[in-house]
């Protein structure tokens, strides 16, 4: 079992910034990618970002240039940075764990609201 705890949501003016953090724990062997998918209202859930055992990044094209993904290994830990947030990024973002590429784990979700 891994289990995944996600923080750094909140509420954020157009144009700003901030960063999700999802801490990992438990059997982590054979990870395969880390990831950060979101779900807005009435839309179904939809990758933002991946970053795989080797280091490969990946991004949603509606993402590329403002989102970074990143990943601390010694601390299980993957970060989403995310700047020049605009409304349409509102959304609950979930933090992904897949294992050997057929095991999935997901957080609970962090509320990203975007407005002025």
Do not use: H
Request: a positive charge; aromatic letters at 10%; glycine letters at 12%.
């Amino acid at each position: 079992q891994v289990q995944l705890v996600e923080s750094g949501g909140g509420l954020v003016q157009p144009g700003g910034s901030l960063r999700l953090s999802c801490a990992a724990s438990g059997s982590m062997a054979g990870i395969y990618a880390m990831g950060w998918y979101r779900q807005a209202p009435g839309k179904l859930r939809q990758m933002v970002a991946r970053i795989f055992s080797g280091g490969t990044t990946i991004y949603a094209d509606s993402v590329k240039g403002r989102f970074s993904i990143s990943r601390d290994n010694a601390k299980n830990t993957v970060y989403l940075q995310m700047n020049s947030l605009k409304p349409e990024d509102t959304a609950v973002y979930y933090c992904n764990v897949n294992l050997r590429a057929t095991m999935d784990y997901w957080g609970q979700g962090t509320q990203v609201t975007v407005s002025s």
